[in-house]
């Protein structure tokens, strides 16, 4: 079991920036990948970025060069800096951890946080 505790987000005006955090904790060395999705009501989830085990930064098409995603694999927490927010930008996220133990792939989530950007 893995257990993912999300902090950050909140309400901020277009061109405005926010730092969403997440701490993971549980049987933490069976952590692969570890991301962002968002979700925005009425519609499919999406990622938005993710740091591999091997460090390998991917980011959706809409946030690149907007949003960086970084991961502390020492203290086992992934952020995502987000800059130049737009009302587009505006859902849940949350934050995922791909997992690997004894042959068995699991994705364990976060609660979710809101993040609202007004015009």
């Known amino acids: 079991q893995v257990q993912l505790v999300e902090s950050g987000g909140g309400l901020v005006q277009s061109g405005g920036s926010l730092r969403l955090s997440c701490a993971a904790s549980g049987r933490i060395s069976s952590i692969t990948h570890m991301g962002w999705y968002r979700q925005i009501p009425g519609q499919a989830r999406e990622s938005v970025a993710r740091?591999?085990?091997?460090?390998?930064?991917d980011y959706a098409t809409p946030v690149v060069g907007r949003f960086t995603i970084s991961r502390d694999f020492a203290k086992n927490t992934v952020d995502l800096r987000m800059n130049d927010l737009k009302p587009e930008d505006t859902a849940v996220y949350y934050c995922?951890?791909?997992?690997?133990?004894?042959?068995?792939?699991?994705?364990?989530w976060g609660q979710g946080t809101q993040v609202t950007v007004s015009s």
């Open positions: 995922y951890a791909d997992t690997e133990y004894r042959l068995l792939s699991r994705t364990y």
């Open positions: 740091v591999s085990l091997g460090g390998q930064l």
